[in-house]
């Protein structure tokens, strides 16, 4: 395994990239994330134990969604039975993200107690304010374990790297490739907010704040599908095996 480092630029090619093969396969992707999502929500109305299995479950998910991003990158089909690829690659990496998960659900666990803690009870904000002072701190909190977190289930997956190693391995990609994945959260937001804008403009001359209400839910949603198919491509860009290690300048494409 190889540790590339790669352009600013190249997080823009890395969001391209994730829209391009989205759209090879836009129902099959998008009915995977929905389908993670739904089993999260499920997992979370389990009394007591329910938020701890729905956290354990999200770097397998995350692995799931990435393979389907590069089975649609082949031009293939992705099935639903690829978002559980992570259950299927052998006792030892299967234990290996099943502590991936433990670590995660310990560690969002934590940044939201403290920030309970310091700030109150995280919550959507009152009308007008979209988060609150600590939801916002929750969030700024959990950044180091996105980080950490961000390449790990791959790591595990694909190299048959050590939890403790993904994860330092994870946080060193992203921090040696600040500049890349920095312009692609900036591009991703500017996605959403553009998106977002124009059809809430749009619905709302048409149908009023009902409809407009009515849109933005399911294409928040989409955009996210689309957001979660792009994770793929900054793995690829950042890792390679030794043997085929793409020159720093190589972008992932997705034709």
């Given amino acids: ?17 994730g829209m391009r093969t989205f759209f090879r396969q836009p129902l ?30 999200v770097p397998a998910a995350t692995l799931g ?43 969002s666990m934590l940044a939201t107690g403290l920030a309970t803690l310091l700030a109150g009870t995280p919550m959507p904000g009152p009308e007008g304010a979209p ?5 916002a701190l929750a969030l700024a909190l959990h950044v180091p374990l996105f980080l950490m977190f961000w390449h790990a ?38 996605v959403f907010i553009v998106v977002g804008s124009v059809l809430g403009v749009a619905s709302g001359l048409i ?6 209400q009515t849109v933005m839910m399911p294409t928040a949603l989409l955009l996210a599908a689309m957001f979660s198919t792009s994770i793929y491509f900054s793995f690829q860009a950042c890792f390679s095996d030794d043997a085929q290690s793409p020159p720093p300048e190589a972008a992932p494409q997705a034709e």
């Avoid at 395994?1 to 990239?17: C, E, F, H, S, Y």
């Avoid at 099959?28 to 479950?57: E, K, R």
């Avoid at 293939?76 to 993200?97: D, H, T």
């Avoid at 149908?207 to 407009?212: C, F, H, I, K």
């Fill in 1 to 17: 395994m190889k540790l590339n480092v790669v352009p600013a630029r190249t997080g823009i090619q890395w969001v391209r990239a």
């Fill in 28 to 57: 099959a992707l998008s009915g995977l994330f929905f389908m993670y999502m739904a089993m999260v929500m499920v997992m979370a109305l389990v009394p007591l134990v329910g938020p701890v299995l729905a956290g354990m479950l």
């Fill in 65 to 107: 969604l990435m393979a389907a991003s590069a089975e649609a990158q082949r031009g293939n089909f992705p099935m639903p039975s690829i978002l559980f690829s992570a259950f299927r690659a052998g006792r030892e990496r299967l234990r290996a993200m099943l502590v991936l998960g433990a670590i995660y659900t310990v560690g």
């Fill in 131 to 135: 988060i609150n002072a600590a939801t």
């Fill in 153 to 190: 289930p791959a790591l595990v997956h694909w190299h048959g790297i050590t939890p403790a190693k993904s994860l330092f391995f994870s946080l060193v990609a992203v921090l040696r490739n600040f500049g890349a994945h920095l312009v692609y959260s900036l591009a991703w937001m500017a």
């Fill in 207 to 212: 149908g009023g704040a009902t409809l407009a």
